[in-house]
């Protein structure tokens, strides 16, 4: 069998969540926050197949009405404490029983509610060069980093104040999106795969990780509808 075309989308959607009691289905403009990324991943040029793992009945029902496949995840990889990386590894093993992989792997978090496949296609494109197994999303970070005890990061606060604009240009990883070498993940075993570059990305959007974030991301949502 020949390999698929196009990059496999992986989408790891958990049914538990400490923070935000089944985050994974929350709606954000009325679009369950899997469905939104199941819908970025199939707004891109680069991906040919959509994959959600999950554990949850109600998050694999509402992936398939939106044409994803669904690998079920155990239970061994579905707490709090499973990475990742076990649930898109775990996948691909399964996958790899039914056919051929796709040379390349995005995997998109649900966290992201406002990714888009543009996006997702930046993303992508730096895997080109041959030297390169991983590539991420970051968007540009402007500001003054601290440690707790004092020490600056990224200036040294026992120097003369520098301009913001003078900083050594920082970038914040976003969570939103990973692409990799399918051989060079399974061989690591981890999203940065070595050699890896970021990708730089603007207006990414923010991220859900508590229920002010949720209700950050509805807000904009629903002005972006108006």
């Given at each position: 069998?020949?390999?698929?075309?196009?990059?496999?989308?992986?989408?790891?959607?958990?049914?538990?969540?400490?923070?935000?009691?089944?985050?994974?289905?929350?709606?954000?403009?009325?679009?369950?926050?899997?469905?939104?990324?199941?819908r970025a991943a199939q707004a891109s040029h680069g991906v040919g197949r959509v994959v959600v793992s999950t554990d949850n009945d109600a998050i694999a029902a509402a992936a398939e009405v939106e044409g994803a496949g669904v690998i079920r995840r155990p239970a061994a990889i579905a707490g709090d404490t499973?990475?990742?990386?076990?649930?898109?590894?775990?996948?691909?093993?399964?996958?790899?029983?039914?056919?051929?992989?796709?040379?390349?792997?995005?995997?998109l978090q649900c966290t992201s509610p406002f990714t888009?496949?543009?996006?997702?296609?930046?993303?992508l494109t730096a895997l080109s060069p041959e030297r390169c197994n991983s590539s991420f999303a970051v968007t540009p970070w402007h500001g003054f980093l601290w440690r707790v005890d004092g020490r600056?990061?990224?200036?040294?606060?026992?120097?003369?104040?520098?301009?913001?604009q003078d900083l050594e240009p920082a970038?914040?990883?976003?969570?939103?999106?990973?692409a990799m070498r399918v051989a060079a993940f399974r061989r690591c075993g981890s999203r940065f795969c070595r050699p890896s570059i970021p990708v730089v990305l603007e207006q990414m959007g923010?991220?859900?990780?508590?229920?002010?974030?949720?209700?950050?991301?509805?807000?904009?949502?629903?002005?972006?509808?108006e």
């Open positions: 069998m020949a390999v698929p075309r196009g990059a496999l989308a992986l989408i790891p959607a958990r049914g538990g969540s400490k923070g935000i009691p089944g985050k994974n289905l929350q709606k954000v403009g009325g679009v369950p926050l899997v469905c939104r990324s199941i499973a990475s990742s990386e076990s649930a898109l590894l775990h996948a691909l093993d399964v996958l790899e029983q039914e056919g051929p992989l796709e040379t390349e792997l995005v995997f888009t496949g543009a996006q997702i296609d930046a993303v600056g990061i990224n200036h040294d606060p026992e120097q003369p104040r520098q301009r913001r970038f914040l990883e976003t969570g939103a999106i990973y923010p991220e859900i990780d508590t229920p002010d974030d949720l209700a950050l991301c509805r807000s904009i949502a629903e002005h972006k509808a």
